[in-house]
């Protein structure tokens, strides 16, 4: 029997006008520094806070608690949270799967105008959000407000692309039948977003799943627990019915593998490292008791990402791209340029000058809005400098390898870089999560591609080059989701760079683009004959 859900207060709203991006806020104005700064202030007297689960409306507090800490003042609390276990997994997943039956059916204005009533209110706070990113997971301003922005775009984009889907016909009209086709959505998902980008990532992902009629389950990285609540309290203060998002805390072997193989789970969206996606990728494979269908998956897993430099290029710009790409956010982007591959001509040339541009980034608080800051947590800052230490027998140290000591014991590197390395070394191949950048140098374009292919990865890449031949071959050649010519392989741009990659990369889902909801959905078809 169809259920109903209880009267929503969702302001009805729908798009105005085409889809533009939202423009970053200009920190170098008076005022908007003034105002990003009063935005610390403001979220540094709500620090430390306790934050329930929220299990299809209800608040849940727990014996077992775990906190957030500022990675750039390891002392400073900036939530604390519930650790959930097997019995809140399954406590959200039933949540999840009895308002899924309701809230299937509920007009699709309704979802749009959920969507675009939180975007308003994550706008009129867009400070607020910029200020949470910088104490929780140590974004600089611009990398915050970039994240903010993004989160913006896939609320208005996936708003927009709900009614498109909604509007889809079959190819043809079948003589003496009328045919439908239909987008259904899946059932319950659990949306399982990365540290790195807790905000944009977390909200594309659930944006996506509820706007076409899904229920979620949102686990979110332990590392930035609070982001994600603050975002589902305003969902909520939207107007989204209970139990259609569902927020569950806790660890990924007790509760994050108690979701994955839930039999009610329908799908699972993840963004994070290879190891754990192929993980859940495996577990979701394997029907459980119960299960009547095939679950599905959703994976962006990261890269070894490679910006490739011709000797015909402009050198001072593929510098700027190539600093930009690897030491944005401290390299802590499944985009990073974690590679420069520098034809032969022009690689001593480069070196210097990447040499000279490192010494000029600055590392200290976020709340200073320095070009880089910290890490994300004591553990990811002992497995950079355990790499930064391979790769000192790897290659040619030519800028920074060590920490950098503060007086707050914040979790910082040096930006490095390594020169003349291999292209089978463990620093050319892996993907290190940090600000180490590895140069490697190429005799030719051909070889540079070459290169730029030979890992397991295939997320982004770049190439600066002004001969049309090089760029024609790249685009052909050079085997990766999302390949920028000229300009830095970092920064993907909602509508414009639908996003997702090949290989390790993941499922290639291409975030931010038209065929993402399509992947939160069934197709359906229906014929019916018509009388003679």
Excluded at 404 to 420: H, L, R, S
């Amino acid at each position: 029997m169809q259920t109903t859900l209880a009267s929503t207060q969702i302001p009805h709203r729908m798009p105005r006008g085409r889809f533009e991006n939202e423009p970053f806020t200009d920190f170098s104005h008076g005022r908007h520094g003034h105002e990003m700064r009063a935005a610390l202030s403001l979220v540094g007297d709500q620090l430390g806070r306790e934050y329930p689960l929220i299990l299809g409306g209800e608040r849940v507090l727990l014996p077992s608690k775990f906190e957030s800490r500022n990675p750039a003042k390891p002392a400073e609390v900036i939530g604390v949270h519930q650790s959930g276990g097997v019995g809140e997994a399954g406590a959200a997943v039933e949540a999840a799967f009895t308002t899924f039956t309701a809230w299937q059916y509920a007009p699709l204005e309704d979802r749009v105008s959920l969507l675009l009533r939180t975007a308003e209110l994550i706008r009129e706070r867009k400070f607020e959000f910029c200020a949470w990113l910088v104490y929780e997971v140590g974004k600089n301003w611009a990398e915050a407000d970039a994240e903010v922005a993004e989160c913006l775009d896939f609320l208005d984009f996936y708003a927009r692309e709900a009614l498109r889907l909604a509007g889809s016909e079959t190819p043809i009209q079948y003589p003496g039948e009328r045919d439908d086709l239909s987008y259904l959505p899946l059932g319950v998902g659990a949306v399982i977003p990365p540290w790195n980008f807790p905000l944009a990532i977390a909200a594309g992902m659930t944006a996506a799943a509820i706007v076409t009629g899904n229920t979620v389950v949102l686990k979110p990285s332990p590392e930035a627990p609070t982001i994600a609540a603050r975002f589902v309290d305003v969902l909520e203060e939207a107007g989204m019915p209970a139990g259609v998002v569902n927020l569950l805390q806790g660890d990924g072997p007790h509760c994050g593998n108690a979701l994955v193989e839930h039999p009610k789970v329908r799908f699972i969206a993840f963004t994070g490292s290879r190891p754990v996606g192929l993980e859940i990728h495996e577990k979701a494979a394997k029907p459980r008791p119960g299960q009547i269908w095939i679950k599905r998956t959703i994976l962006e897993l990261g890269g070894k990402d490679a910006i490739v430099v011709a000797s015909d290029a402009n050198v001072d710009e593929a510098v700027e791209g190539v600093l930009a790409a690897a030491f944005g956010y401290s390299g802590q982007k499944c985009s990073a340029g974690s590679r420069a591959i520098v034809e032969d001509p022009i690689y001593d040339v480069f070196l210097e000058k990447i040499r000279a541009g490192v010494e000029s980034i600055s590392v200290s608080d976020p709340k200073e809005n320095p070009r880089m800051g910290p890490v994300i947590s004591e553990a990811a800052r002992r497995k950079v400098l355990g790499y930064i230490e391979t790769g000192k027998t790897e290659g040619r140290l030519i800028a920074g390898g060590g920490p950098v000591a503060t007086e707050d014991d914040g979790y910082y590197i040096e930006p490095t870089v390594f020169a003349d390395v291999p292209q089978g070394a463990r620093i050319a191949q892996e993907e290190i999560f940090g600000p180490v950048l590895t140069i490697l140098r190429a005799a030719n374009f051909s070889e540079a591609l070459e290169i730029a292919n030979g890992t397991e990865f295939g997320l982004t890449g770049a190439v600066y080059s002004s001969s049309p031949a090089n760029l024609d071959r790249a685009r052909r050649e050079f085997h990766v989701g999302n390949l920028y010519l000229n300009r830095k392989c970092t920064g993907a741009m909602v509508g414009a760079h639908p996003f997702g990659g090949f290989n390790m990369s993941g499922t290639d889902s291409k975030a931010g683009g038209p065929d993402y909801l399509l992947h939160f959905t069934q197709a359906k078809t229906v014929a019916e004959r018509l009388s003679r």
